[in-house]
T-cell receptor
Framework: NAGVTQTPKFRILKIGQSMTLQCTQD?????MYWYRQDPGMGLKLIYY???????DKGEVPNGYNVSRSTTEDFPLRLELAAPSQTSVYFC????????????FGQGTRLTVV | DQQVKQNSPSLSVQEGRISILNCDYT??????FLWYKKYPAEGPTFLIS?????DKNEDGRFTVFLNKSAKHLSLHIVPSQPGDSAVYFC???????????FGQGTRLTINP
């Protein structure tokens, strides 16, 4: 059982470049989330989705976009990378509303230079 | 505005002794509190949770205590084992929302 899978694990981007962080889950979870973790800080919610076709902003959405065309996939798009987006990104999912246990992917370490 | 705070960045405990990790919160609308454990190069994994209507929840070596009047949450690990060395995140859910707010994390080191 793969759970939540993120790709790539590491990436170095130049300022102004764009990329997509991939996230897929095989647990048929309705809710999916993107977090970022900066050094010494907790996880901050970027975007979340309550089901296919429905997304909403979290605490720190600026500079990012998401889409949810299927239950399984929830990609995160960076259009114009900035050094402030250097962080570790985690994708997570929960089964249904009211379920508090989130399953996380292994993370993507992104460096923008 | 840090709604969930873990004021100790690190904690070192001897193997076999009790580890106590603390968390303070400010939002009275939190209805669920959780602890996640994170090893290096891995995503966080769920450890234990507690509803705001309870004051204690136990699961094996792990016990979470909730003091609502003090807005304080703690995780007790007894006895501590080397495999417990990890970063522990406290998290809270706002009532009516399916989103979690995380603390900064505490790095626990268990010494043999």
């Amino acid at each position: 059982n793969a759970g939540v899978t993120q790709t790539p694990k590491f990436r170095i981007l130049k300022i102004g470049q764009s990329m997509t962080l991939q996230c897929t889950q095989d647990m048929n979870h309705n809710y999916m989330y993107w977090y970022r973790q900066d050094p010494g800080m907790g996880l901050k919610l970027i975007y979340y989705s309550v089901g296919a076709g429905i997304t909403d902003k979290g605490e720190v959405p600026n500079g990012y976009n998401v889409s949810r065309s299927t239950t399984e996939d929830f990609p995160l798009r960076l259009e114009l990378a900035a050094p402030s987006q250097t962080s570790v990104y985690f994708c997570a999912s929960t089964k249904e509303y009211g379920n508090t246990e989130a399953f996380f992917g292994q993370g993507t370490r992104l460096t923008v230079v | 505005d840090q709604q969930v705070k873990q004021n100790s960045p690190s904690l070192s405990v001897q193997e076999g002794r009790i580890s106590i990790l603390n968390c303070d919160y400010t939002n009275s609308m939190f209805d669920y509190f959780l602890w996640y454990k994170k090893y290096p190069a891995e995503g966080p994994t769920f450890l234990i949770s507690i509803s705001s209507i309870k004051d204690k929840n136990e699961d094996g070596r792990f016990t979470v205590f909730l003091n609502k009047s003090a807005k304080h949450l703690s995780l007790h690990i007894v006895p501590s084992q080397p495999g417990d060395s990890a970063v522990y995140f406290c998290a809270a859910r706002v009532r009516g929302a399916q989103k979690l707010v995380f603390g900064q994390g505490t790095r626990l080191t268990i010494n043999p």
